[in-house]
């Protein structure tokens, strides 16, 4: 080891700069996985011109990174402003700097803030005349939709570009810098580390090269210089495996989504992937009760009555249990809702029903139906004309039970999938009941 790379590794420790912090690109050359993205902003920056951004993507993909090359390249100040811990005050304070900086100097200031997602709307529309005047460059970042976090405003003045998780090749390509670069890096160490070693972290980073770089790191520290870095060092230092789930954010809606919408294509073996994923990253178990309370009615429905049953007893199995011991029974409900015959016949048919209470009059209850609980209430003809179901031959009256407006809707329309096939039949049989009712009561034509 020479005198330069010995000083160089001393001076980062003895800062205790984090290695995913001394491996950041020097330039946009250095960035990988990003290659769409960098290409349109290399195109921008060729022609001199910087718009407001905010980059949209999970943890560890690059958004910091490429907001300070950015930064350098146009040779602009670099403010970052954390949405979490400033207000409007501060936010305010900073761009008036900028205004100043701008007026004396020409010089632009590129403000980035993390977690845009986290500014409420006064903090947003605190940075919209600074935008409008050109005083400022925003670069904010985001881990959450911007369709949903930013207001129309500040939206409709700034590009969004999509960031995606690193790949594999990737991240393994940042591990092997950080193990090969002897200034910056691990390289002066003399590790031997496993090809195993290297996959493990890739598998658990999940496109997180910060991920990565952080389990490198402890994985050496472990090992000692010269020491060997095994796969194993590597889940002992992971401690349990990094889901990538975020219980607040976008991603918990994506996965649910792809739980449900598994289920309702009977998959099995995809709704099992993706409530593991759920509930190795934390999830609510009472949160997916509820959801397969809901999937159950939604999607089985009456094709299979038990679907419901399963869905309830699984809830029931939360609560007494919790997890870990509950996990089994989310699982065995999700396997069972996935090979249950489906329909939507009762969703549909709720549905309606509804539409039809909500865009037409109350209509009053038929008399027929109404209890004479007094006196004036059987003067007023309640419950004339009301029929004793049990009391008819047929055990079924010819007796109309919707207001006359409705008379001939139909809101439940049953399939021919697994239990509705005799829910149809049994439909078709109470139609001729009540047709031979009719015609009793009516006498022969």
């Not at 940042?174 to 996959?199: F, T, Y």
């Not at 991603?251 to 759920?278: C, F, G, Q, T």
Request: hydrophobic letters at 45%; one cysteine or more.
């Amino acid at each position: 080891m020479n005198r330069g790379d010995l000083f160089a590794e001393i001076t980062a420790h003895a800062r205790g700069t984090p290695l995913a912090e001394r491996m950041r690109p020097r330039s946009l050359a250095e960035v990988v996985g990003q290659e769409e993205v960098l290409h349109l902003l290399q195109g921008l920056l060729a022609r001199g011109e910087l718009p407001s951004l905010v980059f949209w993507g999970p943890p560890g993909c690059g958004k910091t990174t490429i907001a300070r090359l950015l930064a350098a390249q146009l040779d602009a100040q670099f403010v970052s402003f954390s949405a979490v811990l400033s207000g409007v005050k501060e936010a305010k304070a900073v761009m008036d700097e900028a205004k100043r900086l701008r007026q004396a100097t020409g010089r632009t200031t590129v403000l980035f803030v993390d977690e845009v997602h986290r500014f409420n709307k006064a903090q947003q529309d605190a940075f919209l005349p600074f935008l409008e005047t050109g005083d400022i460059v925003l670069i904010g970042a985001t881990t959450e939709n911007p369709s949903f976090e930013l207001n129309r405003a500040l939206l409709s003045r700034v590009k969004v570009y999509v960031l995606k998780p690193l790949s594999a090749e990737a991240v393994e390509q940042l591990v092997r810098r950080a193990l090969a670069d002897r200034e910056r890096g691990l390289g002066a160490w003399g590790l031997q580390v496993d090809p195993e070693a290297i996959a493990r972290m890739v598998s658990l980073a999940a496109g997180d090269a910060r991920v990565a770089l952080t389990l490198l790191e402890l994985a050496a520290e472990l090992a000692g210089r010269k020491g060997t870095v095994s796969a194993e060092l590597v889940e002992q230092v992971a401690q349990q495996r990094l889901a990538l789930y975020d219980k607040e954010g976008e991603e918990h809606y994506n996965l649910i989504s792809a739980l449900h919408k598994s289920v309702r294509n009977s998959d099995p073996d995809a709704a099992l992937y993706w409530l593991a994923r759920m509930l190795e990253g934390g999830a609510d178990p009472r949160f997916l009760a509820r959801r397969l309370l809901r999937i159950a009615s939604e999607d089985v429905g009456l094709a299979d009555p038990r679907a419901l049953e399963q869905a309830a007893a699984a809830a029931l199995a939360v609560e007494h249990l919790g997890l870990p011991e509950c996990d089994l029974a989310l699982a065995q409900a999700v396997v069972y809702l996935a090979l249950a015959p489906k329909s939507n016949a009762l969703y549909e048919g709720y549905g309606k029903a509804r539409g039809v209470v909500r865009e037409q009059p109350p209509y009053p209850v038929p008399l027929a139906l109404r209890n004479p609980v007094t006196p004036l209430m059987a003067q007023l003809g309640y419950g004339e004309g009301y029929v004793y179901a049990h009391d008819t031959e047929e055990k079924v009256a010819d007796m109309p039970c919707l207001p006359p407006e409705l008379a001939q809707s139909r809101f439940y329309q049953p399939t021919q999938e697994g239990w509705e096939q005799r829910i149809r039949q049994r439909l078709e049989d109470l139609a001729q009941r009540r047709a031979r009712q009719r015609t009793k009561k009516d006498g022969p034509s």
